[in-house]
């Protein structure tokens, strides 16, 4: 089973719309989570982190269910600029070797 | 700005040749890189985790006489594509972090990427 699990999509959404992504992550030991943004070409940035009582950040906002283990990203009021794929990375922590795992990203493209 | 620099970014080569890529972190000391590959539409894969001045631990199915690691100081890390063939062919990307940066966060601070092409 993969550490981290995202669904690719793509999502083809117009202008304004909201839209949700969701990932899951097998490790219960997992410490951090965060949603990097990467671009066609470009190297991932980072998007947001994702804090346990949920994070909002202008348009875009994080969760995170540890019950679940899933991590979800929404995007109201959708921008062109917002095409993109996005990232969803978990971080093991240090008493574990401190591995990073990312997920497949899952792609936007939003739509005139 | 960014904050790790990876040069160079685009790199073409005759098959059989090496290639040597270079990840600095620009205003902080990196404790710790990162290497991964990534092929077109798909994410990214550790390749290799590089702690300075110890030998970087490869990910399992990469091959660590044919990736060739060296974190000799604290802003500097390399990786050599030893004998390049086109299936090497690939986005080759760092990462960094250090007590200043992604000490506390966690974050992970990448380099630009070097897209290699071997003919």
């Known amino acids: 089973r993969k550490e981290v699990e995202q669904d690719p999509g793509p999502f083809n959404v117009p202008e304004g719309a909201t839209v949700a992504f969701n990932c899951t992550y097998s490790n219960s030991a997992s410490q951090s989570f965060f949603w990097y943004r990467q671009d066609c070409r470009k190297e991932p940035k980072l998007l947001m982190s994702v804090y346990s009582s949920g994070n909002e950040d202008g348009r875009f906002t994080a969760q995170l269910n540890r019950a679940s283990q899933y991590i979800s990203l929404l995007i109201r009021d959708s921008k062109l600029s917002d095409s993109a794929t996005y990232l969803c990375?978990?971080?093991?922590?240090?008493?574990?070797?401190?591995?990073?795992?990312f997920g497949t990203g899952t792609s936007l493209t939003v739509i005139p | 700005g960014a904050v790790v620099s990876q040069h160079p970014s685009w790199v073409i080569c005759k098959s059989g040749t090496s290639v040597k890529i270079e990840c600095r972190s620009l205003d902080f000391q990196a404790t710790t890189m990162f290497w991964y590959r990534q092929f077109p539409k798909q994410s990214l894969m550790l390749m290799a985790t590089s702690n300075e001045g110890s030998k970087a631990t490869y990910e399992q199915g990469v091959e660590k006489d044919k990736f060739l690691i060296n974190h000799a100081s604290l802003t500097l890390s390399t990786l050599t594509v030893t004998s390049a063939h086109p299936e090497d062919s690939s986005f080759y990307i760092c990462?960094?972090?250090?007590?200043?940066?992604?000490?506390?966060?966690?974050?992970?601070?990448f380099g630009e990427g070097s897209r290699l092409t071997v003919l």
């Open positions: 990462s960094a972090r250090g007590r200043k940066r992604g000490g506390i966060t966690g974050e992970l601070f």
């Open positions: 990375v978990v971080n093991i922590g240090p008493n574990t070797g401190n591995q990073f795992y």
